[in-house]
């Protein structure tokens, strides 16, 4: 047993106030009356993440969690909802009654899978830290060891400008 | 190694930035309104302390005492929640940045993307704002800033990329180091880009834009609507925007000085320190508010336009003419 006023004690404490900023992120998120306010949970949920990896040791990712997800795909989101959505407060319509016991099994064979693979998978251990997370490796291994993906994310991305202009160019007259 | 010097360096890094945040605002403010004033052809404040120095502290002062009132229909929570947010995020992008060869919070490689990332994080708090207040105007508004901030995040990290790749760094006191005197400055095109004078613009200007300044401050067009994202925001809750967004300005600035013109590097190499820095990000704070008071508002359409149209492209051209001057030389 650690003491808690250590490093590894203070760390410890740390990384569970991050777990619990997920859990309390997660359960805004979905049991939130309004749309907007679960968006503000995912982003609590989000931010927790980052600070899971910074606590892990990738800054890199972890900021670039808090760029990505926290400050464009939320307010991405948010903005989405302002513009398609009006103000004020929906009721919710009453749904199938399967989907409840449907919500459940799908969320329990989900955990079990992912339960099963991190149980499975042979962990390297906590001591062997790939690189520095310095910009450096992070620019080698995206050019050399992550290549195909870091190409696939590219067009990927490509595609989805492209289809957003065709999408965007319809509607609209000559202006 | 103990734990404890690290509490006490995380303790004198809040109380320091809270101290600074809120100095600098009341400094900003009283010296925005002597600006305006002068440029005006009037005098501006000076009824409290010398040449009006105090005001701001008696602003503050009404403000702390004024009743927090949450609009009946609005969405209490996240009105609540909005103006904390957005302090947050300003405290947190001083953490890297360099006062100092010594004077830093946290010296990280990483450093100038801990500035981006919560200062995009600062979006959302604009977002909540509108949207919690419960109000047409407030809504409209929000969704200005945030369309606004979005299209001239994409110039400006454009161009930290092509900066990025000159200096081989994030770390923002190396980036600093590396310009020891006037004629080292990466603001001039014999420093690693014949394009860098450019990017200088473009940085600055979308630094103008990301901070919602004049002429970029259709999120608060007053004559369209009302006060903007805060319209609904009384007391220290409208404090804690200006806070805010005085914090965001210096944020800038620093910002332009330390990739720029050499941070806390003396032009001619002899004392450095944070007076430098200071001195430069002041200086470059008056351009700013030199600015809001000269030219009048855009529209929309031609702010947009002009982050899509003119510094999309020309931070484009930037980073490829300057990839390609590193790569032959």
């Known amino acids: ?175 | 190694m103990s734990g404890y010097p690290e509490i006490f360096r995380v303790l004198a890094y809040i109380v320091g930035t809270l101290a600074f945040v809120g100095l600098n605002a009341a400094f900003l403010v009283w010296l925005e309104r002597k600006v305006a004033g002068h440029i005006q052809r009037r005098i501006g404040p000076k009824e409290v302390g010398p040449f009006g120095i105090i005001q701001s502290l008696a602003d503050g002062i009404k403000l702390m005492s004024k009743q927090l009132v949450v609009p009946e229909r609005a969405d209490g929570l996240l009105y609540r929640l909005a103006p904390l947010m957005t302090m947050t995020t300003a405290i947190m992008v001083f953490v890297t940045i360099p006062f100092g060869p010594a004077l830093v919070a946290r010296d990280l490689n990483l450093g100038m993307l801990v500035i981006f990332a919560f200062a995009s994080v600062n979006v959302l708090a604009l977002l909540l704002a509108g949207w919690g207040s419960n109000n047409k105007y407030s809504v409209i508004s929000a969704t200005r800033a945030v369309s606004q901030n979005v299209a001239y995040e994409v110039p400006m990290l454009i161009t930290v990329a092509t900066m990025v790749m000159i200096v081989g760094t994030m770390n923002l006191n190396e980036i600093v180091g590396q310009q020891g005197n006037l004629l080292q400055w990466k603001i001039f095109p014999w420093n690693g880009s014949v394009m860098l004078p450019v990017a200088f613009l473009i940085f600055f200007i979308c630094a103008l834009a990301e901070t919602n300044r004049a002429p970029f401050d259709l999120g608060e067009a007053e004559s369209e609507l009302v006060a903007g994202f805060h319209t609904e925001y009384g007391g220290m809750g409208f404090g804690l925007f200006f806070l805010g967004e005085y914090a965001y300005v210096f944020v800038g600035c620093a910002l332009t000085s330390i990739f720029f013109l050499g941070g806390w590097q003396c032009p001619l190499g002899w004392a450095p320190g944070v007076h430098w820095l200071l001195i430069k990000t002041y200086l470059l704070v008056f351009v700013v508010m030199w600015i809001r008071w000269t030219f009048p508002r855009t529209t929309i359409y031609g702010l947009l336009n002009l982050s899509w149209k003119v510094l999309v492209p020309f931070a484009l051209v930037n980073l490829i003419v300057t990839a390609a001057l590193l790569k032959v030389f």
């Open chain 1, 1 to 175: 047993m650690t003491p808690l006023l250590s490093v590894e004690g203070l760390a410890g404490v740390v990384f569970l106030g991050f777990v619990l900023i997920i859990i309390l992120g997660a359960l805004v998120a979905t049991h939130a009356a309004t749309l907007i306010r679960a968006v503000t949970g995912l982003a609590l949920c989000l931010v927790g993440v980052a600070g899971v990896y910074y606590f892990l040791g990738s800054p890199f990712l972890a900021l670039m969690q808090l760029l990505i997800y926290a400050g464009a795909v939320c307010v991405a989101i948010v903005f989405a909802v302002m513009l398609a959505e009006p103000q004020g407060v929906k009721k919710f319509k009453r749904m199938h009654p399967l989907a409840g016991p449907g919500a459940v099994a799908a969320g329990t064979l989900m955990a079990w899978g992912l339960a099963a693979l991190a149980f499975k998978t042979s962990w390297p251990k906590a001591a062997t830290r790939l690189n520095t997370g310095a910009l450096d490796d992070v620019g080698r291994s995206m050019m050399t060891t992550f290549v195909v993906s870091f190409e696939l994310i590219s067009l990927i991305l490509l595609v989805a400008i492209i289809g957003t202009l065709v999408l965007g160019r319809r509607g609209r007259s000559k202006a």
